[in-house]
């Protein structure tokens, strides 16, 4: 939970509550599988659950593919030991339970999160091949965040011709985390461990984007891993998975006998040197250049000096802690392991207390109250929503580019915004009325017209639908965004599910945003419903063929939500009909 990866992203609040519950899913799978124990498939459902009330469809993606992963290669190790006489039928239904129970439990959002998203998942949706592979990957040099939790290695980008967040970069989980899961390694390789073991790496691998082949194989063999953009994103579940065999090296470490504990010291003491050696050398380097250049020797400082005489420290302690009596061997451990993850956390509190003061977080509240349109703003609304519980069902599709809100795109936006047309939204108005639109039937044609828009700083008005009759149809409108008519737009109501204005207009006109457009946002002009149509392909829009003053209610209300509400309540109330039941005849 205090990991590097944890902390860096600690402006995506549902990434932490989204990865965090990935453990619990294993153990309950794995004791589902072991035991045939109900309060293991339940253990396992509610984790699933509360992983996708998290709320990140991209970690929730990479969350299912390792699940699903594990769950193969349990089933190909229990093939092996038992030859193919054994029931595939009994060990797929066994394994096919554990989501059915997480998709009954997690209907109210996993339905519609999965009916948004199977329109991304054919060869010529989702993201370019180059997006998902190049867009803030994890670079080899950064690995060097295994051993140093510092959050001042972004400053060293610029010296590797590289750029990019430093969100993507942390991987520490603890040198004495470290330590452990390589002691467990070590001393016992049965096929649990090498199977954590083998996910971890992989999952590193895949972070690592276009420098190893597998997230361009995923990209192309598995349709969901499709939309997602941030490689780096991926080591979440490294880290994860190695958190898990440092528990089992704790383990194994209270019950080691003498020769395992003296390699174990051994390689702590190895390791204590190694770092030594690193500091000494940063710290004559650092000194040397103190008067030629004084930015990369404070650089150096803050990155080496600052962080490395700590964990030396740290592994010293766990070296003379391991030559004491075992009695207080666990306690001793989990105590340093703490404090080196807390020592880590205030080195990166910095890039922590951006995003997690209640004072900041009150004044990014009041500036979009106040409909600025920054950019900033937008993200920081965002950052707000996350707090919320369905935060997935009507915040995904409010902004013009989803991919900065989720990490997941679609080919639409991608295009348009490929064009430059993204520096006009950054500008324009949220809402704004039109006297007249044009009419582009296909999206290919309307893309020499964005890019005129880019260049030039101007706003079309495009529909691919006749209009009503009412309403001007030119060739090709190209708005001045000063000329915009805002000022008769008045937000009454702005929420992550609802957006209420009073629109007043001297004559037939068009109500155009720069707001995602989305077929679950259904509207209401003057209490009667109307069709939202797609403005400039990508946007909301809304017909105002009479002349007057109105008020528009915008709500989003997917079909596929009210299905999850439905899915979830017969989940709920079969399970938990299942389990009295299992109750009454002691069963549990």
């Known amino acids: 939970m205090l990991s590097g990866f944890f902390i860096g992203h600690s402006e995506h609040m549902n990434i932490l509550a989204t990865f965090a519950w990935l453990p619990l899913i294993l153990a309950g799978i794995q004791g589902w599988l072991d035991e045939k124990s109900p309060k293991n498939l339940w253990l396992s459902g509610i984790g699933f659950w509360l992983l996708i009330q998290g709320g ?124 452990l899961a390589l002691f ?65 090296g704790l383990d194994d470490l209270i019950q080691a006998d003498n020769s395992a504990l003296k390699e174990f010291r051994r390689a702590v003491l190895l390791l204590v040197v190694s770092l030594c050696l690193i500091f000494g050398f940063a710290s004559v380097v650092s000194f040397a250049l103190t008067s030629r250049d004084q930015e990369t020797a404070m650089l150096l400082k803050d990155i080496f000096l600052e962080t490395l005489p700590i964990q030396i420290a740290l592994l010293i302690a766990l070296y003379f802690w391991l030559r004491s009596k075992k009695n207080f061997w666990s306690i001793g451990i989990l105590f340093l392991a703490s404090l080196d993850l807390s020592l880590m956390v205030q080195a990166n509190m910095p890039l922590m207390g951006q995003y997690l003061d209640q004072r900041t977080r009150k004044i990014l509240i009041e500036s979009v109250e106040n409909r600025s349109r920054k950019i900033d703003h937008i993200t920081n609304l965002t950052r707000i929503d996350n707090w919320r519980l369905f935060q997935n069902n009507g915040m995904l599709y409010k902004k013009f580019e989803t991919s900065d809100y989720t ?135 809304i017909y105002l063929p009479d002349p007057g003053t109105h008020i528009l209610i915008w709500k989003f209300q997917p079909k596929s939500f009210y299905l999850g509400v439905l899915v979830s309540s017969l989940g709920i109330i079969s399970l938990g009909s299942w389990i009295l039941i299992c109750f009454l005849f002691r069963k549990l």
């Not at 467990?184 to 461990?193: E, G, N």
């Not at 199977?195 to 361009?216: D, H, K, P, Q």
Request: aromatic residues 12%; glycine residues 6%.
């Open 56 to 179: 990140n469809p991209s970690a929730n993606l990479i969350a299912f593919f390792f699940i699903g992963l594990f769950l193969l290669v349990r089933l190909a190790e229990r093939i092996y030991d038992r030859g193919f006489n054994l029931n595939l039928f009994r060990e797929f239904s066994q394994m096919l339970l554990v989501f059915i129970i997480a998709f009954l439990i997690s209907g109210i959002s996993i339905v519609p999160i999965l009916a948004d998203f199977s329109e991304y998942t054919g060869r010529q949706q989702g993201i370019p091949y180059q997006t998902a592979l190049e867009f803030n990957p994890l670079k080899p040099w950064e690995l060097i965040t295994l051993i140093l939790p510092s959050a001042s290695l972004s400053g060293i980008m610029p010296a590797f011709n590289e750029t990019g967040s430093p969100t993507m970069i942390n991987c520490y989980f603890g040198l004495i985390s470290l330590a």
């Open 184 to 248: 467990a390694i070590y001393v016992r390789r049965d096929r649990s461990r090498l199977i954590l073991l083998s996910l971890g790496l992989f999952a590193l691998l895949i972070a690592l984007g276009s420098r190893a082949i597998f997230r361009g194989l995923l990209f192309e063999l598995v349709p969901f891993l499709r939309m997602l953009k941030h490689p780096a994103l991926f080591r979440g579940a490294f880290i994860l998975f190695f958190c898990i065999l440092a528990g089992m």
């Open 407 to 541: 990490s997941i795109n679609s080919i639409t936006y991608e295009k348009i915004m490929n064009t430059g047309f993204h520096k006009v939204i950054a500008e324009a108005p949220f809402f704004f009325i039109v006297p007249a639109v044009s009419m582009i039937d296909q999206m290919e044609n309307a893309l020499p017209i964005f890019s005129r828009a880019a260049q030039k700083n101007l706003m079309p008005a495009m529909v691919s639908e006749e209009p009503p009759l009412e309403i001007k149809v030119r060739s090709e409108l190209l708005y001045a965004l000063e000329s915009l008519d805002s000022r008769n737009v008045r937000v009454i109501n702005y929420s992550i599910n609802r957006v209420e204005l009073q629109i007043t207009n001297q004559a037939p006109a068009v109500l155009g945003t720069t707001e995602a457009f989305h077929p679950g946002w259904r509207a209401w002009l003057d209490n009667k419903p109307v069709k939202t149509i797609r403005f400039n392909f990508a946007f909301r829009g």
